[in-house]
């Protein structure tokens, strides 16, 4: 992949968590815990700004493609390849 390039992964989000945190893998999906509610978009909001902050991109650079009302997610993330694959391979996780 280049840099660029967008890579597509499985999210299982938890809403309302002690902390913000990714906490592993569940069922083949990236395992996040967020603070922020289920409620008015802030548990999403949370999760980009979480994996962005991770990844070293922009939040605009995470985008969800599937699940917006979910806690199973499909997330894009632009320009971060190698990261999120280390990221990935880090907690088990392959990206679709």
């Known amino acids: 992949m280049t ?9 299982r989000v938890i809403a309302g968590a002690r902390d913000d945190r990714i906490d592993g893998e569940r069922n083949g ?3 996040v815990r967020v ?3 289920a409620q008015r978009n802030r548990a999403n ?3 980009r700004k979480l994996l962005a902050g991770e990844l070293g991109v922009r939040p605009a650079a995470v985008r969800i ?3 917006q009302r979910s ?5 894009s993330v632009e320009g971060a390849a190698p990261e999120l694959a280390a990221l990935l391979a880090g907690h088990g996780v392959a990206p679709e």
């Open 3 to 11: 840099r660029g390039a967008s890579t597509t992964v499985r999210v």
């Open 29 to 31: 999906a990236l395992l």
């Open 65 to 67: 493609v599937a699940g």
């Open 45 to 47: 909001d949370a999760l």
């Open 35 to 37: 603070r922020a509610p």
């Open 71 to 75: 806690r199973d997610k499909r997330v």
